[in-house]
């Protein structure tokens, strides 16, 4: 059973750019969750969707959005970026039903 | 709103010696917990979850927490640490009436060092 897979796994990007992260979700889970994680800091959600929906949000703000598709993988897109944002990214699914979420092995993202 | 905290940035053991990692949280209603491991330059490795029941709960690699709720606690443990045990150990919650969105609040982390 394949687990969580993001892609890239390292990203430099400069400061105004916008940037879009992948996750793909383990097989038969239907839900997804993005977390931020600084330096040092435990992660931050992000935000999470279900049946291509987002169904709950964090404080983070409007140029964080993301899409689900169909095949229950998932996009993360950032805009504007800031040097704030330098962070490791994780991506985690599960299926509805279940309590623990299963995380991807994340992106590093840099902002210069 | 929902909180954990780990009041200790950095715990070492001796390797054989028994090993806790401290959690304490806050949250509306009664709580789900659960613990994570982190190696370096990886993501967030799923340990063991406390969702009702018995308050002592195992998980995978001999590892172990109590649920404590008039201390809100939910300390990690394992009888006999190893060295490969060493890495950053994350708690996190997620209240139990949380509607729809299903997030967990991590803590800060708590560095374990288990020397040989």
């Known amino acids: 059973e394949t687990g969580v897979t993001q892609s890239p796994t390292h990203l430099i990007k400069t400061r105004g750019q916008q940037v879009t992260l992948r996750c793909s979700s383990q097989s038969g889970h239907n839900t997804v969750s993005w977390y931020q994680q600084a330096l040092g800091q435990g992660p931050q959600f992000i935000f999470q969707?279900?049946?291509?929906?987002?169904?709950g949000r964090g404080n983070f703000p409007p140029r964080f959005s993301g899409l689900q598709f169909p095949n229950y993988s998932s996009e993360l897109n950032v805009n504007a970026l800031e040097l704030d944002d330098s962070a490791l990214y994780l991506c985690?699914?599960?299926?509805?039903?279940?309590?623990?979420?299963?995380f991807g092995p994340g992106t590093r993202l840099t902002v210069t | 709103a929902q909180s954990v905290a780990q009041p200790e940035d950095q715990v070492n053991v001796a390797e054989g010696n028994p090993l806790t990692v401290k959690c304490t949280y806050s949250v509306s209603g009664n709580p789900y917990l659960f613990w994570y491991v982190q190696y370096p330059n990886r993501g967030l490795q799923f340990l063991l979850k406390y969702i009702t029941g018995d308050n002592l709960v195992k998980g995978s690699y001999g590892f172990e927490a109590e649920f404590n709720k008039s201390q809100t606690s939910f300390h990690l443990k394992k009888p006999s640490a190893l060295v490969s045990d060493s890495a950053l150990y994350f708690c996190a919650v997620r209240a139990r009436d949380s509607g729809s969105a299903r997030q967990l609040t991590f803590g800060s982390g708590t560095q374990l060092t288990v020397l040989p």
């Open positions: 969707y279900y049946r291509e929906e987002e169904n």
């Open positions: 985690a699914s599960s299926p509805w039903d279940r309590y623990e979420q299963y």
